[in-house]
Structure formats: structure tokens, C-alpha cells
């Protein structure tokens, strides 16, 4: 794609031909640390046994168990690891507008009611 070593144009100019923002071609990706390796370890266990829990409850569990993580990190790292609470969305228990009957139509529950045609 570029030409690092031997090339007739700057760097910026075949960036700019490829339509490349030319910070993001100097960024090299770090390696995780051994401490975020095993918090995310730690996270996958707690979650894989109770996937109801979220970022709070995760965190102090960690911190009783010694990790000393916040809140904030711990849901990092779980939207990282693409995992979420399981839990119910919000107000399930009221009916959808597709329930209720139409206007226009005759109230059937009425055994003596004669549809005017």
C-alpha cells in the first residue's frame, strides 16, 4: 500500500492519495499488560457464572479479591471483550399499542349488538 523506503512521492502525498489520515500510520498497538490480561481473565469468569451481573457488582468482587480496579475500568474492559449484563429491557410488563382493539371495530364481547349496515 506505501512505500515506506524507495518511493518518488512524500509520505504525505501518498496518504493523501489513498485518502489515509497520516497520524494513523505512525500508531503501533501496544501489547496488554499481564495486570489488564488477567483482570480480563478474572471478568470472564465472574460473567460466564453470572452473566446478570454488571460492571458494578464485577468491580467489588474484584476489589474484595485484590485486583484494586474501579468501576469504569472493569466496564472497559467489558465492552472490549464485547460482553453485557443480561437483564430485562425496560417496561416489559405494559402491552404494545397492537393490542388494543381499533375504534372502529364492534365491540364484540356484546352478545346483543347489531352491526348497523
Not at 523506503?5 to 509520505?11: A, H, M, N
Amino acid at each position: 500500500m506505501l512505500d515506506w523506503e524507495e518511493s518518488k512521492l512524500p509520505l504525505a502525498v501518498q496518504a493523501d492519495l489513498l485518502t489515509l489520515n497520516r497520524t494513523s500510520l505512525y500508531y503501533k498497538p501496544r501489547e496488554p499488560s499481564l495486570a489488564e490480561v488477567s483482570i480480563k481473565h478474572a471478568i470472564d469468569q465472574i460473567y460466564t457464572d453470572n452473566p446478570s451481573w454488571g460492571s458494578r457488582t464485577i468491580a467489588a468482587i474484584l476489589n474484595r479479591e485484590g485486583f484494586g480496579t474501579c468501576r469504569n475500568t472493569v466496564a472497559k474492559y467489558m465492552r472490549e471483550m464485547g460482553i453485557a449484563a443480561v437483564y430485562p429491557g425496560p417496561n416489559l410488563s405494559l402491552s404494545t399499542t397492537k393490542h388494543y382493539r381499533q375504534l372502529s371495530e364492534p365491540y364484540l364481547g356484546n352478545r346483543h349488538y347489531i352491526h348497523p349496515t
